[in-house]
């Protein structure tokens, strides 16, 4: 077996395994070692023949090129058959190189439904990914029916432009499906429309479309279409869809006109359906990189206008709605007799965890489900409902005429993330009212960024503020108190008084060395220092990084020292030695002003 190949590690591995049967365990281990040292010389010998070669197939294992193949873009390694024929051989042979097929790059007449054909058999039925972005209305016709099995020609307006994902399709399963072969069931589809296309009858689609999309669990599509996917959903076409993203076009400017003009059956309607399984429906935005987060405002002046009470009617088929978000809407809230619709109300929803309004304009704050944990309001002029006690009565400060002023107490009680920055109209009294509101023991992370109307002018003013924010919020793990310029130092000896507080944003304040000695002397410090003696002395901020649990004050077990991180972009009034104390004593630091000068200096210092 040695002689027929003496450069194959087979016979050698075969005749130790005979020796080893035959008890003969010493001439096993020789023939081993033989093995290895030939092997040595045979690896040594193709390497220095290879040493000039630049075939990448003559000098890599074909698994490693594979693998280096995986990183390049799927255009490029179309191109790449074209090197040689060896090439052209491995690429088409190898079906994890076809599992992503991305033609949003490619020119419109360079691909077809034949071409795309051709790329599906070559991945034998794994395909993961398709990408049909950027062809011709026809073209992406046929190319969709292909992907989806189905001929059936749908009725196109305009230019579509499509990128569908199918993340359920299983392995070696041909395409062409039988009856008695599962068929592929589409599990994510996102329809683009960066110029605009509509699906003038989805049922155009037939029912073998229908059947094929009945695992559909993630749908993006442009807010446009709304109206024709609530006929979808009304009629039972996507019984598992747990994601529903409709965001505006970027490139788009004007009006972009969702829920309005849509007739949307209420419960007790003969076609109303439950949507049992949608858990995160989000409306309005530049589209965010993954489903089921919400996206960025200011979209070149680009708004969603919807209509108040359809969006009501909506969210009443949502029994298990876990997250909404709205993000450059415009609600209209009046209704044709002039009179006002009533507040949103998610008590409807009592599975609701995550409410984000961003840029959004409504006529009056919806009413939460006590389920309520993450709460967030920027960029809009409305404020959290607060509480006005009058003797032994409640009452909402503001409450419109024909609306139920029941006070709700648990309407707050569970947030534990309050994001409330570049509210204009948020003021001293407001914020107060609203955190007492909420459980202090819940809320951990408070956003006041931007908020002009916060009175932090005067050092009193902004203690004093401040004092009662750390009353009502003791458990708060994340503050954030930047662009704020008249935030001073003072502020900061009341933030000092958190003991839970992990994460700081001062950027753009005018906080100064001394508020940030203030500040971590109260947290955990518990030493009375000056700036320059803590920088000078060595030997104290060695004791002060290697005791910090130590020097909490009376019972350290109690307030554990867990403040990490320091964002103060933009203060002009933090010298770069206090930056540099502060990196020695463990504390992660993002000051822009810490400048490049200053650390190279520092370890010219340090050699």
Known sequence: ????????????????????????????????????????????????????????????PPELVLLIFGYIPFRQVVQLQRVCTSWKGLIESSPCLWRSLDFRTCKKESVSPEILKSCISKCKGSVSKVYLS???????????????????????????SLDIQSNSWEPNIPLSTTNDEAPRQLTYLYLDQSIGFVFNNWMTLGDVT??????????????????????????????????????????????????????????????????????????????????????????????????????????????NLKKFSCIDVHASSRGPDGHYFERTDFRHNPALEELVIIGTWLERMPILSASCKKLIMCKTSMTPRTVIHGG?????????????????????????????????MLIDSKLVATLARCDGSRLTSLNLANCPGLFFSTPTDGAVLMARIVQCCPSLRKLNVSENSSVGDFVLLEISKLRYLEYLDISCTGVHDLG???????????????????????????????????????????????????????CQGISDDMCWWIEDIGICIDCKLFTEANIKKRKREEI
């Open 134 to 160: 950027n062809l011709t209305p026809l073209c992406s016709a046929l190319c969709l029916a292909i992907v989806l099995d189905h001929n059936v020609p749908l009725d196109i307006v305009e230019r579509i």
């Open 1 to 60: 077996m040695i002689k027929a190949d003496e450069t194959s590690p087979s016979g050698y591995l075969l005749t130790g395994k005979i020796y080893q049967a035959m008890k003969n365990d010493s001439e096993a281990a020789n023939i081993y070692a033989t093995e290895l040292r030939r092997a040595s010389e045979v690896q040594k010998s193709r390497a220095q023949s290879s040493y000039g070669v630049r075939d990448l197939l003559r000098r890599l």
């Open 392 to 424: 032994s009565e409640m009452r909402y400060d503001s409450c419109y005429l024909g609306e139920d002023d029941t006070v709700l107490l648990d309407e707050y009680s569970s947030i534990e993330v309050l994001d409330l920055s570049r509210c204009e």
């Open 210 to 319: 229908w059947s094929r999309m009945s695992q559909l669990t993630v749908f993006r599509a442009h807010a446009k279409i709304f109206p024709d996917i609530v006929d979808v959903l009304c009629r039972g076409f996507l019984p598992k869809l747990k994601i529903l993203d409709c965001y505006y076009d970027p490139k788009e400017s004007g009006r972009c006109r969702s829920i309005y003009n849509v007739s949307i059956p209420r419960p007790g309607s003969p076609n109303y359906q439950t949507l049992s399984e949608l858990e995160v429906f989000n409306i309005g935005g530049i589209p965010a990189e993954s489903a089921g987060k919400h996206g960025s405002g200011n979209g070149k002046g680009v708004s969603v206008y919807i209509d108040h009470r359809e969006l009501d009617n909506f969210l009443w088929m949502l029994p």
């Open 516 to 570: 940030v000695l203030l500040l971590l002397k109260g947290l955990f410090l518990g030493l009375a220092v000056h700036m320059d003696y803590l920088c000078e002395d060595s030997a104290l901020r060695e004791m002060i990084q290697n005791n910090r649990a130590v020097l909490l004050g009376d019972d350290p077990a109690a307030y554990p020292m867990v403040f990490n991180t320091l964002i103060a972009n933009g």
